[in-house]
């Protein structure tokens, strides 16, 4: 096994000419190129021929976690992952294990004041078929940035969340809470 840079000069050897090695500062620079590509295409909206048909009824499940940075001087940061599935997608597989079949994710670690994850599970639940009147049924613990972007689906779906969210929003305990 051979590093990076003795790789390089092995090939550099063997080819006579300067030969470029995939080194760490080149996979993070072309890592960073294809993210920002990916990251610019799910901002935008999902076409109509990559959205189900309009769903009765969807699941939305939002959580969030801290991940530690590998600076030890620096904080961890926060990510959100929310995952967008119609009930009829959920399959028992025996008495302790289940799959959903089919499912949309979004997930965002932008300190942008939850603008990106928001748009993401939007364009996640349009995917899944999302409409006006769609109902939502919404999982998540206690945490306000969760409900936050649970909140934001409000004006997209037949459920009009305000009578909720003035009912229920004030303490949240911890749990799931079904939005109906």
């Not at 959580?63 to 599935?85: C, M, N, P, Q, W």
């Not at 959903?100 to 942008?112: G, M, P, R, V």
Request: glycine share 4%; aromatic share 4%.
């Amino acid at each position: 096994m051979y590093s990076y840079r003795e790789a390089q000069t092995n090939l550099e050897k063997l080819t006579v000419h300067r030969r470029r090695v995939n080194n760490h500062n080149h996979i993070r620079q072309i890592t960073d190129n294809v993210g920002a590509v990916l990251a610019e295409e799910n901002l935008k909206p999902p076409t109509q021929k990559d959205c189900a048909p309009p769903a009765h009824e969807l699941i939305v499940q939002v959580d969030g976690g801290h991940i530690a940075t590998k600076e030890k001087t620096k904080r961890s940061f926060e990510a959100l992952s929310a995952v967008i599935y119609r009930p009829e997608s959920l399959r028992t597989i025996d008495q302790h294990h289940g799959e959903i079949a089919s499912k949309s994710c979004a997930l965002s670690a932008q300190e942008d004041d939850l603008a990106t994850i928001k748009t993401y599970v939007l364009n996640a639940a349009r995917k899944q078929g999302l409409a006006q009147d769609t109902e939502v049924t919404a999982l998540a613990d206690g945490a306000t940035n969760c409900w936050s972007v649970i909140w934001s689906l409000e004006r997209h779906c037949k459920q009009h969340l305000e009578n909720l969210r003035r009912n229920f929003y004030a303490p949240i305990r911890r749990g799931s809470l079904c939005v109906r």
